[in-house]
């Protein structure tokens, strides 16, 4: 079984920073694909960032330039590091990973983590 567990969220000001982390533990699988979503209150879950196997980073166009997605395969940990934090980002923040298993192919989802950005 392959667990994820998210990390990193809280209070920030606008125009702060915050660093999120993703860590997959369990046995026997790799990691593919990884990605960040986030859903605000009212809204529906929306990408923020993926990282698909073998391609180039992809950003939703309101956070180009802000953040970052990276991975650290060594420790099944998957970051988004978000740099000039608006109050609309506000969101809880899921990471999302496609793994591989002796089982089969899995699409994990973390629990989420709040982001408020207020002064």
């Known amino acids: 079984q392959v667990q994820l567990v998210e990390s990193g969220g809280g209070l920030v000001q606008p125009g702060g920073s915050l660093r999120l982390s993703c860590a997959a533990s369990?046995?026997?699988?790799?990691?593919?694909?990884m990605g960040w979503y986030r859903q605000a209150p009212g809204k529906e879950r929306e990408l923020v960032a993926a990282?698909?196997?073998?391609?180039?980073?992809i950003y939703a166009n309101s956070v180009k330039g802000r953040f970052a997605i990276s991975g650290d395969n060594a420790k099944n940990t998957v970051y988004l590091q978000m740099n000039s934090l608006k109050p609309e980002d506000t969101a809880v923040y899921y990471c999302?990973?496609?793994?591989?298993?002796?089982?089969?192919?899995?699409?994990?989802w973390g629990q989420g983590t709040l982001v408020t950005v207020s002064s």
């Open positions: 990282m698909p196997s073998g391609s180039s980073p």
């Open positions: 369990g046995s026997s699988f790799s990691i593919k694909t």
């Open positions: 999302n990973v496609g793994a591989v298993t002796v089982g089969g192919s899995l699409e994990l």
